[in-house]
């Protein structure tokens, strides 16, 4: 990785902060029912965005133009969250798209409440010039949701690296300290997992039976109509998940029994066997899942339409035992 000293590559990238001071809450929703968000909005370029080390979003087709908005409740913490805008070119070595365009910001508003803030974000073009000033020339409104005077949202410096997964990419990650209510989801706090770019051969591939073991059983089980028997090992995933959005104890199992039932009749699943999926872990080092060619491992076509279903599922580690968590 070469961080960049001279910014003066072609790129402009400007920091995005709700400033304009209109609004003031005496008591912050983000010691409410916080519902945290990421609004993106994209085109010219391939891209990542990651929230804490974790990949929520990603283009893989520079052509295309997304918006869209995905919830981040259940990646966030109270305290300290990154904010990471991985752009890289269409091939290697390219220069990124000079009309390119990548919006990627954090948004806040309180559960069942339609008024939204903006929390900060990265706004990347690209045609333009990195300045110092432009770095540094944000503008944040810690007073729309400062609670108390330890409650106020502090973002940290951007810091920019080059050619982090290809000659031509460019990153920038910025640290926010944001105050909330929310649990720590036990991942944050579970084992360390093996980097998968340090494991040799060997290692990757016993690694990858090893979790390829635990998923295949999980789809025979989905296959074979035995979910009631499933929903157990769902179990920490499905109170976090109801945790993290507000829902009532048992909406999160319900929904994911009814997908089970609706979807996979409807699909021919793809075997889950051999060195056809393998071992993937998130940067942060504490989630894991099963891929097959860049996408989820458990993933299904459609017998009477075109197109697949993906189901992807993620594991921790505690005490030498997976666990799904997501």
């Given amino acids: 990785m070469n961080t960049i000293k001279s910014l003066t590559i ?25 519902v945290f968000t990421m609004k993106i909005h994209g085109f010219g370029t391939r891209y990542r965005i990651y929230i804490n080390n974790i990949k929520v979003y990603e283009e893989k087709n520079g052509a295309s133009q997304v918006t869209t908005s995905i919830p981040l409740n259940h990646w966030m913490k109270a305290g300290e969250n990154s904010l990471k805008l991985l752009v890289y070119p269409n091939n290697e070595e390219a220069p990124i798209n000079e009309k390119s365009e990548v919006n990627a910001e954090i948004h806040v508003h309180n559960d069942e409440a ?4 903006k929390i900060g974000g990265f706004n990347f073009k690209g045609l333009g010039r990195i300045t110092e000033s432009a770095l540094e020339g944000y503008c944040l409104e810690a007073g729309l949701f400062k609670h108390d005077e330890e409650g106020e949202v502090i973002a940290h410096e951007v810091s920019i690296a ?6 031509g990419s460019y990153e920038y990650e910025k640290i926010f300290i944001i105050p909330n209510n929310l649990p720590l ?10 980097n ?14 090893e979790l390829r073991d635990h998923l295949k059983i999980i789809q025979d089980k989905i296959t074979a109509g035995d979910i009631d028997e499933l929903m157990p090992i769902f179990e920490e995933r499905n ?17 994911l029994k009814d997908a089970f039932e609706t979807d996979i009749p409807q699909l021919d699943m793809l075997p889950i066997t051999g060195k056809a999926v393998g071992y993937i872990n ?3 080092k504490k989630l894991a899942s099963v891929y097959r060619d860049g996408e989820p491992a458990m993933t299904g076509n459609y017998k009477d339409l075109s197109g ?13 035992k997976w666990i799904i968590t997501r």
């Fill in 196 to 209: 998968e770019p340090d494991l040799s051969e060997e290692e990757f591939w016993e690694l990858s039976a």
């Fill in 239 to 255: 109170n976090e998940l109801d945790k993290a959005f507000y829902y009532s104890s048992g909406v999160m199992q319900a929904k």
């Fill in 185 to 194: 989801w036990a991942f944050f706090k579970s084992d360390d997992l093996p």
């Fill in 114 to 117: 339609d008024e939204q803030y």
């Fill in 282 to 284: 998130e940067h942060n």
């Fill in 162 to 167: 080059k050619d982090t997964v290809l000659v």
């Fill in 10 to 34: 072609i790129i402009l990238l400007s920091i995005l902060f709700g400033c304009s001071g209109e609004t003031k809450l005496t008591n912050s929703i983000l010691n409410k029912k916080p």
């Fill in 308 to 320: 697949s279903l993906e189901f992807p599922i993620m594991f921790r580690k505690e005490d030498d």
